[in-house]
């Protein structure tokens, strides 16, 4: 039985208990009367009445209220991020606002692009090798990899760097390697400097606002020239 299920059984009990003893008859109640003989009310052995028995049901059919209504907004909150793996989620959202949006062209979607994509992510995120120097203005970052990691690490910096200075404008420069990209950030203010140095890579990673927007972008659900993914090919921005 749910946590909600089992409040509900008590909170109802309870008000079955209560209305049962504010109705019982007049066996083993007092009967007083109002000082001018107008009204009378029943009450028990502890001095409940009437109307206190009514005034208690009330008072926990509020509360009964109010605990559903907190477990409707925790059980919606706990929906949403139910499925316990950030890639999933992702998907899940996208997947949602395109189906809720009626001008979404199915023939240009895929998903499978966006998976590629957040499969990139996660490389980069966990398995990428970071050698980080400290330059004039800001900092150096040699980030490598071999195989999968290493197309992952060559999909994502550049584009995300480009993105950064546009949106930002922190300055940014790449360099293709072999073996990985060469990444350098700078500023001519000197608070951003130590941000940038104190941010690292992946602080670096996660500047800017357009991951979302991108990752519609990326599942084909807007015309731009990262639309088509074909092959499994894509870029960050």
Partial sequence: MSKLMAALLTLSLMIFSTGSLAQQDHSGHSQSANADGSAMQHSNGNGMSHGDGEAMGGGMMEQMHDMMHAADNSSSSSSSSS???????????IVDQLQADPETNWERVNIAALREHLIDMNLVTLNA???????????????TGQGRILAAIKNMVPTHAAQVMTEIGWKTQT??????????????NPSQV?????????GFMVQGDHHGAHHLMIAGATQGEHGN????????H
């Fill in 129 to 143: 090798e970071v050698t980080t120097e400290s330059v004039e203005g800001g900092a150096r970052y040699f980030i």
């Fill in 194 to 202: 130590v941000q940038i140095r104190a941010l690292g890579f992946m």
């Fill in 175 to 188: 360099d293709t390697r072999s073996d990985g990209v060469e990444l350098i950030v700078t500023s001519e």
């Fill in 229 to 236: 993914h074909g092959g499994g090919s894509h870029s960050e």
């Fill in 83 to 93: 499925s316990g793996q950030a890639a999933f989620a992702t998907i899940k959202q």
